[in-house]
């Protein structure tokens, strides 16, 4: 039974965002603003939020305003203070003193299974979680903390999933398993199948980019080869480390937003923008005077 507290998450930042072009052409599409914040900060936020102590970015060529983004920035900060714009200076001061920020290359985008790895020495040998940054997530208490306490319940990896009905399930990673006697919520994992046909999805749960895993998988990744398109799949590396360990899937409360799909994003930015006190009630009257 593995006993160790989940303290680091896995950020992969290494992909090129082609979904999002030609916005991503040179903006890195974890970059992008969902209202007024970089999506990835929204992930750090959930991670620091569920009492994880070290983020972990995995990124790639042209992506260094990600690391930017949770620096100092002199110039700016000195400017606001000059110019007495004291909440501006506490939000950007605010972002760079948010956690202990490191990061790593993936010099060619291999797969999620391989960004993954390169994690490996920054990690070492203890459960860690892994957050896709472009699922945006919102749920209270944050997605990432229910699946720590899961994790610390059952001693397992753990996948987050979303229940999908109907054909929509092609597009995802399914979960097989059978669903636990006490907490529906939670399913013994017993297999995945990626993009199965919807008359042989193993279930309604489709995973989704939240997981917390045991440094095992480090080991069974470096074992994995690549698929057909030449990545290594992180679900491939999932499905080796279930012959030797438990792994559960977990339908997460909360709503999920595709932020790195253009129209998953479009959805976010309303939903998000109607929460925003500032602005909600203004924001509500402008779309129904749309329709
Ligand atoms: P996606 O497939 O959603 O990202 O991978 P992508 O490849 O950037 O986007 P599209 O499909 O071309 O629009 C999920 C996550 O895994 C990371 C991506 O950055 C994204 O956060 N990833 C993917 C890597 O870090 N390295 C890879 O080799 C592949």
Redesign the pocket.
């Known amino acids: 039974m593995m006993s160790k507290k989940v303290r680091k998450a896995v950020?992969?930042?290494?992909?090129?965002?082609?979904?999002?072009l030609p916005a991503?052409k040179v903006i890195p599409?974890?970059m992008l603003a969902l209202v007024d914040k970089p999506i990835l900060q929204y992930g750090v936020e959930e991670a620091i939020a569920s009492g994880i102590e070290h983020i972990i970015l995995?990124t790639?060529r042209g992506k260094g305003a990600m690391e930017d983004h949770f620096d100092l920035s002199y110039e700016l900060d000195a400017t606001l203070e000059k110019k007495g714009k004291r909440e501006l200076l506490a939000l950007s001061r605010g972002i760079s003193s948010m956690a202990r920020v490191s990061s790593v290359r993936?010099k060619?985008?291999?797969?999620?299974g391989?960004?993954v790895l390169c994690a490996k020495e920054l990690v070492g040998d203890e459960p860690f979680a892994v957050i896709?940054?472009?699922d945006v997530i919102d749920a209270d208490p944050p997605c990432l903390k229910q699946m720590i306490d899961v994790f610390n319940e059952k001693g397992g990896s753990v996948l987050a999933t979303q229940t999908v009905e109907g054909p929509a399930i092609s597009a995802y990673g399914v979960l097989a398993g059978s669903q636990d006697q006490k907490n529906p919520r939670i399913y013994n994992c017993t297999g995945m199948v990626e993009k199965p046909k919807f008359e042989e999805a193993p279930s309604t749960q489709a995973i989704i980019?939240r997981y917390i895993l045991t440094p095992r998988v480090f080991a069974l990744l470096e074992h994995t080869q690549p698929g057909a398109v030449g990545?290594i799949q992180l679900t491939d590396g999932i499905k080796a480390l279930l012959k030797e360990e438990k792994v559960f899937g977990y339908t997460f409360a909360g709503k999920r937003f595709d932020a790195?799909?253009k129209f998953g994003m479009l959805q976010a930015t309303v939903e998000f923008a109607l929460k925003r006190p500032e602005f909600g009630e203004k924001f509500r009257a402008y779309l129904k005077g749309l329709v």
């Open positions: 950020f992969p930042a290494a992909g090129l965002g082609t979904r999002f991503t599409k974890e995995v790639g993936q060619e985008p291999l797969g999620l391989h960004a896709l940054p472009d980019g990545e790195g799909d």
